[in-house]
């Protein structure tokens, strides 16, 4: 069985590169890989804080175990796309033991109003919404492309048509927006 697959070549060719400490291929497998893996996770985490943190982990735990992956074994794609999604039904198992020791805690205290919280979370998601569409255009839908949908700077460029250059910059440019509407600014 000797298919050739240039992606899958290159990944594995990018994996041996973060085991030997290339940090260029280390980079490039960041810019291959991020979106794709950070849409597996929020799809099993549904939270997407929490889904960028395991994110985060996951490409701890690539650099840190780069030397231990083997394309005798499996190709790199597979390699850590089971390590993303072990790490993401790991966090929902330990959200979920969290929400049970909440649960616990409440029997013992039932005067906690968790009505308060639910209030000021839909009020922090409104105040974003409304200065996510007060920043305009193009930055909002590159914003929302590169923070709501998981697509890395590349695939925004592919997508939209415009440099790569131009994709980061409406980011850039738009993140200062945002933090200038929520009033943020530092």
Sequence with gaps: ?????????????????????????????????????????????????????????????????????????GSARAWVVTMARRRAIDRVRSSQAARDREEQWRDYMPDVDLTVQAVEDSLAGEDVRRALDAVGEPQRSTLVMAYFTGLTHAEIARRTGVPLGTVKTRIRNGIARLRKEMGAES
């Design 1 to 73: 069985m000797h298919d050739e697959d240039p992606d899958r070549d290159r990944d594995n060719a990018l994996i041996l590169g973060v085991a030997g400490g290339d940090r260029d291929a280390f980079a490039e497998f960041y810019d291959r890989w991020s979106g794709r893996l950070f849409a597996l996770i929020v799809r099993i985490l549904v939270d997407r804080a929490q889904s960028e943190e395991v994110l985060q982990e996951v490409f701890l735990e690539i650099w840190r175990s780069a030397a231990s992956f083997s394309p005798s074994r």
